[in-house]
């Protein structure tokens, strides 16, 4: 999330899909499966840090992901579901961390075997 903003809904931060075209080039160089993740927009004290673009890249690539920003609720105005989002408005509350958590492991069961 720390490497900027998309530039509206559907142009992606060229320097987060970067990191992200590095990361599946990187697994995959190594015989590791990408798991990905979609980056919930915020609206950090007024600032809007858009991240729809960006999610929709990741959803349009072929891999699993986890939607961190369809559990959470985010929407292109930063907001959250109610309660999930701190009053910092980047950072989820105990509340939000829960619900990404049982986001990951509804998504890969499999982290939950020995």
């Known amino acids: 999330m720390n490497g900027g903003a998309d530039a509206n809904t559907s142009t992606v931060n060229a320097t987060q899909k970067g990191w992200v075209d590095s990361f599946i080039a990187t697994c995959e160089a190594n015989g590791i499966e990408p798991i990905l993740t979609t980056t919930p927009s915020v609206n950090n004290n007024g600032s809007l840090i858009l991240h729809d673009a960006l999610s929709d890249y990741v959803r349009s690539l072929g891999y699993r992901y986890v939607d961190f920003?369809?559990?959470?609720?985010s929407d292109s105005s930063g907001?959250?579901?109610s309660?999930?989002?701190s009053s910092d408005g980047v950072h989820p509350t105990?509340?939000?961390a829960k619900v990404l958590a049982v986001r990951v492991l509804s998504d890969y069961p499999e982290f939950m075997e020995n």
């Open 69 to 73: 920003a369809e559990a959470v609720g």
């Open 79 to 81: 907001n959250w579901y």
């Open 83 to 85: 309660g999930l989002l």
């Open 94 to 96: 105990q509340a939000g």
